[in-house]
């Protein structure tokens, strides 16, 4: 069996990958459609709203379409897990408006988020609302075009790679794989207030991936609900931390023993929790060196 192989990815310097998508996406330009839907008749929006997904963090994962609207935003809406590396792609004239939302501190809340692109819209503005990895997981996409449409705002949705795909491939856990798991289930750690817990039950099936977003706060009680709930205490569990940039950490485990080797290692959100057999692959398929990997 050749060794594997591990790859330090250099993140391109921000200027010369700007200069290639602008190469690149000028040549396309006369043959990319500029959609989006259309504003209600007679409403009085000219601007629109084009709800981008920023994926996992390395830039060079971010899709064509959403580098060529941050390069002609007027304003952006921006969240928390936005890396810099995407940042440097924006058009530098425009606006930047920060919403972001960490962990027990909402910048600005969710209803005047919803607000705010209205309002930016209808003054005639090309908005880009980005967001971590695709919108429609986990970001609240969804909340936010329906308010779009009930105010007649004309909208494009550009999707992008959730954290689950980036930080898994990056990590070397296939989701899926059909000795291991022919199912994966992706749930959040943060819940509305007073809403029931998750559903352990189906996230503690069998011969299934689960992935947890956002769960590093309540790794322990995650790790011991799983086991409550069917799963063996000797199941594989990972964490990986700053999936897809050169700051990547992953440590893995088991259901039983990862609350406290992440403990000792310090591993602090933004991070993912992938619980399943994959997980014991990553031993031999991690490629991607990022700042250290440890079990």
Known sequence: MPPPVSVALEMPAAGALRAFLDQLIG?????VPDVARPALSGAAATGRVALVGAGPGDPELLTLRAARLLSRADVLVLDHLVSEGVLALVNPAAERIYVGKESGHHTVPQEEINQLLVRLAREGR????LKGGDPFIFGRGGEELEELLAAGIPFEVVPGITAACGAGAYAGIPLTHRDYAQSVVFATGHRRAGESALDWTALARPHQTAVIYMGVGMLQSHCEAMIRHGRGADTPAALVENGTL???????????????IAAAAGIHPPAL???GEVVSLAARLAWFTGASTTA
């Open 246 to 260: 050169p700051s990547q950490r992953v440590v893995t485990g088991t259901l039983e023993t990862l609350p406290e």
């Open 27 to 31: 040549a396309h330009r006369g043959s």
């Open 273 to 275: 929790l992938i619980i």
């Open 126 to 129: 090309q908005v880009v609302r």
